[in-house]
């Protein structure tokens, strides 16, 4: 029987936005949004925060306990180092065998990552046989946008990734050797269904002028729906209706 560990790389030392992990979003922690979101999975049996050792990375550490999740703390540096390790320590702790253990992959920079979107990968990558499996960014003509989705791969994949990598960007980005090494691995293509394509538009964070394109279209999906856990075709279309008139030159949609 797989077993689905869903990990959550957060740190507060962002080289970008410093902090934006506990930045406010329509009064909640961008962090506190992901963990929300994906306690909504069904096919995941562990959320497992992964941060650094540092102080400053206490208050993430409160965070999760709040919202119940676990928590491992790495490197800060070779994020592929803390990823493998802190997949290793519960896949130790729950006696799983290397081959029954999935990986799901949630940057802590993607606060509308979609619940139901990450099942349906999961469940992509379970059926498939691919070693790896994507759908968080536009790439492969695939058409989702960038930010509403996640990574799938073994754990026998990250095993690999961890041994082989050696370049220090191979170690700070924990699929960059897959991007980098396409013709190593068998990698799957989940398209987008056609009520979400959107492969221009944005959705993850990375500015200040990105955290506030956030901010207003979480607005707009509480000012619609209220408290509850939007899905991905209730983000796009709120996106879209903010966006229509705040197109940028090269035609990302954006505010």
């Known amino acids: ?15 970008r936005l410093p902090g934006k992990v506990m930045m406010d979003i329509c009064g909640k922690p961008l962090l506190a949004w992901i963990i929300e979101r994906m306690k909504e999975t069904v096919l995941t049996d562990r959320i497992i925060v992964a941060t650094t050792k540092k102080d400053q990375d206490e208050v993430i550490i409160d965070l999760a306990k709040r919202y119940d999740v676990d928590v491992f703390r790495g490197d800060e540096k070779d994020v592929l180092g803390r990823f493998y390790e802190a997949a290793s320590f519960f896949m130790k702790k729950d006696k799983i065998e290397e081959d029954n253990l999935v990986i799901v992959r949630v940057c802590a920079d993607n606060p509308l990552v979609d619940p139901w979107e ?41 095993k690999e990734l961890w041994f082989k990598a050696k370049e220090e960007s191979h170690r700070e980005h924990v699929t960059k050797y897959i991007w980098d090494n396409p013709n190593s691995f068998s990698i799957g293509i989940l398209k987008a269904p056609p009520s979400i394509y959107e492969p221009s538009l944005e959705l993850d964070v990375d500015t200040q002028k990105d955290l506030d394109w956030i901010k207003k279209v979480y607005s707009r999906l509480i000012e619609l729906y209220g408290n509850k856990c939007f899905n991905a075709v209730e983000i796009i279309d709120a996106a879209r209706f903010l966006s229509k008139n705040f197109l940028s030159i090269d035609g990302v949609l954006k505010y």
Not at 1 to 15: E, F, P
Not at 139 to 145: E, L, Q, R, T
């Open 1 to 15: 029987m797989k077993k689905v560990y869903l990990i959550i790389q957060a740190r507060m030392g962002s080289t």
């Open 118 to 158: 990450v099942d349906r990968i999961i469940g992509f990558f379970l059926k498939s046989g691919y070693e790896y499996v994507f759908n968080h960014i536009p790439a492969f003509d695939n058409g989702y946008p960038n930010g509403l989705g996640v990574e799938v791969f073994g754990f026998k994949i990250l």
